[in-house]
């Protein structure tokens, strides 16, 4: 119990002080030297816990609190399938204004590649997530896709990225939440169907 309590305080003071980098000078200026030299900690200790800066990053975005295991239990019908992805990302957005915008425009850059979906990690990433649920739902013949399951998963990904990016351009001053919810919410109901 110790030694875990200590690897977690270990693992947010490397955090802090990649975010504290990340604001000051930005992602390009961003390396593991800094990090650890920031945070006081050894090269070593930084890779027991993370492979590269761009699996440190990703691993505050993917470990987001708060989702209940019981809301992803199989819906009723399309429309509740529909309310809790949406949940999932109402979560998100409130896990990026924890996070800050600083940290968020500088972890949404294509030089990040812990946003590549075809270098996932396995950390339960919301889209993972959604995929899993959309997959569950389709095998117990609550739901019907328009597309593919993979089209409809990375057309969702598309969305919610352009909804952080124009949070991130606006500087915070976007209807971040609403923007997300009208987004999906019109996407999904064009996708997801009764079966």
């Given at each position: 119990?110790?030694?875990?309590q200590k690897s977690?305080?270990?693992?947010?003071?490397?955090?802090?002080?990649?975010?504290?980098?990340?604001?000051?000078?930005?992602?390009?200026?961003?390396?593991?030297?800094?990090?650890?030299?920031?945070?006081?900690?050894?090269?070593?200790?930084?890779?027991?816990?993370?492979?590269?800066?761009?699996?440190?990053?990703?691993?505050?975005?993917?470990?987001?609190?708060?989702?209940?295991?019981?809301?992803?239990?199989?819906?009723?019908?399309?429309?509740?399938?529909?309310?809790?992805?949406?949940?999932?990302?109402?979560?998100?957005?409130h896990y990026c204004?924890?996070?800050?915008?600083?940290?968020?425009?500088?972890?949404?850059?294509?030089?990040?590649?812990?946003?590549?979906?075809?270098?996932?990690?396995?950390?339960?990433?919301?889209?993972?997530?959604?995929?899993d649920y959309l997959?569950?739902?389709?095998?117990?013949?609550?739901?019907?896709?328009?597309?593919?399951?993979?089209?409809?998963?990375?057309?969702?990904?598309?969305?919610?990225?352009?909804?952080?990016?124009?949070?991130?351009?606006?500087?915070?001053?976007?209807?971040?939440?609403?923007?997300?919810?009208?987004?999906?919410?019109?996407?999904?109901?064009?996708?997801?169907?009764?079966?």
């Amino acid at each position: 119990m110790k030694q875990q309590q200590k690897s977690l305080e270990t693992k947010t003071r490397i955090f802090q002080a990649a975010k504290r980098i990340l604001k000051k000078n930005g992602y390009e200026n961003l390396s593991i030297k800094n990090i650890c030299e920031e945070a006081g900690v050894s090269n070593g200790s930084f890779y027991h816990h993370f492979k590269t800066k761009d699996d440190l990053l990703s691993y505050y975005i993917e470990e987001q609190p708060g989702i209940s295991p019981d809301l992803l239990d199989l819906p009723s019908d399309a429309e509740d399938a529909k309310k809790a992805i949406i949940y999932v990302y109402i979560n998100y957005v409130h896990y990026c204004k924890e996070l800050g915008v600083e940290f968020m425009s500088n972890y949404y850059t294509p030089k990040n590649q812990s946003l590549n979906p075809l270098i996932r990690t396995e950390r339960p990433y919301p889209i993972v997530t959604v995929h899993d649920y959309l997959q569950k739902c389709l095998d117990a013949g609550i739901i019907r896709l328009a597309h593919p399951l993979d089209e409809v998963t990375t057309d969702i990904r598309m969305l919610v990225i352009g909804n952080v990016f124009e949070w991130c351009l606006k500087q915070g001053n976007a209807e971040f939440e609403g923007n997300m919810r009208r987004s999906l919410e019109t996407y999904l109901d064009g996708a997801l169907t009764k079966n």
